[in-house]
């Protein structure tokens, strides 16, 4: 329990967008409806705005700006330049990130069960998401190794939660993906028991990765998913996939699908996640998402 309200304490300052967001006109931001019920957070809010007040000579595009990064632990809002905010997303980079390299990755273990999982109290990101968009693949980008997560075309591949041990001391987690429309409607049932049993019991969980493919408009289950695990308290970072993938024809952008998405969570989410462009074809963003990683990763282990 303790290591859960620490988690939220990292949600704290979390709130909307980068660069795109500084063109649109934001509303404010207190006008939004809040699936994030708990009290730090509001509290948190608060401490923010404040201290963002009291530096007069901000302008008010920078002021909204900065009120959709994502400052972590450790800085204080106005204290942010755009040195500190990573390439492709709106993560403010803080004191809590460090090595970030990954020297060794080994398969730990499957498991049917949360309660199966392993208990060695080791931190942990669960890499989560629909069917088919690319958690395996960003997987074994991160870990630089082809084949350490088994990828496929075929949706449903990954089955079962499976532990991989970085450098001795950390762990990613293959989930199963969600939203397989060939799946059974007992098949999908069980899906979700299965999986949110995992997030709701698993104390060592630093995050979520929850990954969203930016080569398709918005889709109404990953809304849905966000909002679940929001309304949880389940710390989340959006990792856009296939960012690499441009569309021939009418289909909109990989930047506008990724925009349309942010604009409908917005709507949702007082503090607005921490999000991410990638590509595990280009290795776009994948520095980026391990430092953050770090950071997260350091702040839960101190
Ligand atoms: N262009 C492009 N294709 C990708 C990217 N990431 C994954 N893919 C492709 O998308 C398909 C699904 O990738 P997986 O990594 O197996 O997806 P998954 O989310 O693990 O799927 P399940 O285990 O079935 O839930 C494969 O054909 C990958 O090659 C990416 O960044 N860019
Ligand atoms: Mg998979």
């Not at 500084?22 to 705005?49: C, E, G, K």
């Not at 803080?94 to 990755?105: C, L, N, Q, R, W």
């Not at 730990?108 to 629909?130: H, M, Q, T, W, Y």
């Not at 942010?262 to 989410?269: C, D, M």
Request: hydrophobic residues 35%; contains cysteine; aromatic residues 8%.
């Amino acid at each position: 329990m303790m290591l859960r309200s620490r988690l939220l304490n990292l949600q704290i300052p979390s709130v909307i967008s980068a660069s795109q967001f500084r063109r649109s006109s934001t509303p404010s931001l207190l006008s939004v409806r809040y699936p994030l019920s708990h009290s730090t957070i509001r509290n948190s809010h608060q401490h923010a705005s404040a201290s963002m007040t009291r530096n007069s000579s901000v302008s008010d595009t920078e002021k909204t700006s900065r009120t959709v990064l994502f400052v972590p632990p450790g800085v204080e809002p106005n204290e942010v330049n755009d040195d500190m905010i990573l390439p492709g997303s709106n993560i403010v980079i803080g004191p809590y990130a460090g090595d970030s390299k990954i020297k060794e990755v080994e398969f730990v273990k499957s498991s049917g069960r949360a309660k199966d999982c392993p208990k060695d109290n080791r931190p942990e990101f669960a890499i989560l998401g629909r069917s088919n968009v690319g958690k395996s693949s960003l997987i074994n980008a991160l870990v630089r190794k082809k084949e350490v997560a088994l990828t496929s075309k075929k949706p449903g591949k990954t089955q079962l939660i499976n532990h991989f041990l970085v450098n001795k001391s950390w762990y990613i987690v293959d989930l199963p993906g969600y939203g397989f429309a060939k799946a059974s409607e007992a098949a999908r049932m069980d899906w979700s028991s299965f999986t949110k049993g995992y997030f709701m019991n698993r104390d060592t969980l630093v995050a979520v990765m929850l990954l969203i493919d930016a080569s398709v408009p918005p889709q109404k289950i990953d809304l849905d998913c966000a909002n679940w695990l929001g309304r949880n308290d389940v710390p989340i970072t959006f990792v856009f996939t296939k960012c690499d993938k441009m569309k021939v024809g009418k289909g909109k952008r990989p930047d506008e699908n990724m925009r349309d998405f942010q604009e409908l969570i917005r709507q949702n989410y007082r503090q607005y996640p921490p999000w991410i462009m990638t590509s595990s074809v280009t290795g776009l963003g994948r520095d980026e998402l391990l430092l953050h990683m770090s950071q997260l990763r350091n702040y839960w282990d101190q």
